[in-house]
């Protein structure tokens, strides 16, 4: 069975701590991605990357960096975190998908973040 | 940017009867999904439409697309209550592997 897995379901941090969200996956997949899900918002695109090193901004980056030195890992940073930033955060993955645009997501449990 | 809208947000019917979710986007597409989520969880894929598709089933689920009116259909026959979640659609646009996420809809199954 294929495999998503974030580290932590639950964390509550305090405004200014830093904060690493960790991701992996066991399926050989490129892209890895982060997103937000606030009610009424849906889901958010922070920050995708489609290979080793290398990331492309989402639509809502701000006051949040990545990092992937690893295929099948992939890290959401909060460098100071803030309390707008309580939110449920969700990662997934996927293989290069079909005719150029994207395909099936694989996502993991999700980590549900409060900054106090 | 939001590029699907589900209507409606919230629905609710009783077991047996069937339920339909309408999601309608702005900007050409490669491809139309549908995701679920039970309360808590992460999302789980149901199912893919590709724009030169125009419906597609799969157990229980018929998923139709239109690309003129930029809109699709998820319809649930014969609901049962263990389909209680929220049911979302995700759209690809060409030359990227990102998906734009709606709003969703909540689904409660009454037994």
């Known amino acids: 069975d294929v495999k998503v897995t974030q580290s932590s379901r639950y964390l509550v941090k305090r405004t200014g701590e830093k904060v690493f969200l960790e991701c992996v996956q066991d399926?050989?997949?490129?892209?890895m991605f982060w997103y937000r899900q606030d009610p009424g918002l849906g889901l958010r695109l922070i920050y995708f990357?489609?290979?080793?090193?290398?990331?492309e901004k989402g639509d809502i980056p701000e006051g949040y960096s990545v990092s992937r030195e690893k295929k099948e890992r992939f890290s959401l940073i909060l460098e100071s975190a803030s309390t707008n930033q309580t939110s449920m955060y969700l990662c997934?993955?996927?293989?290069?998908?079909?005719?150029?645009?994207?395909?099936?997501?694989?996502f993991g449990e999700g980590s549900r973040l409060t900054v106090l | 940017s939001q590029q699907g809208e589900e209507d409606p947000q919230a629905l609710s019917i009783q077991e047996g009867e069937n339920a339909t979710m309408n999601c309608s986007y702005k900007?050409?597409?490669?491809?139309l999904q549908w995701y679920r989520q039970n309360s808590g969880r992460g999302l789980v894929h149901l199912i893919l439409i590709r724009s030169n598709e125009r419906e597609k089933h799969s157990g229980r689920l018929r998923v139709t697309l239109d690309t003129s009116k930029k809109s699709s259909s998820l319809l649930i026959t014969a609901s049962r209550a263990a389909d209680t979640a929220s049911y979302f659609c995700?759209?690809?646009?060409?030359?990227?592997?990102?998906?734009?996420f709606g709003t969703g809809t909540r689904l409660q199954v009454f037994p």
């Open positions: 990357s489609y290979d080793v090193k290398m990331k």
């Open positions: 900007t050409s597409i490669n491809n």
């Open positions: 997934a993955s996927t293989p290069p998908g079909p005719s150029g645009g994207a395909g099936e997501l694989f």
């Open positions: 399926m050989d997949h490129e892209n």
């Open positions: 995700a759209t690809a646009t060409y030359n990227t592997d990102k998906l734009i």
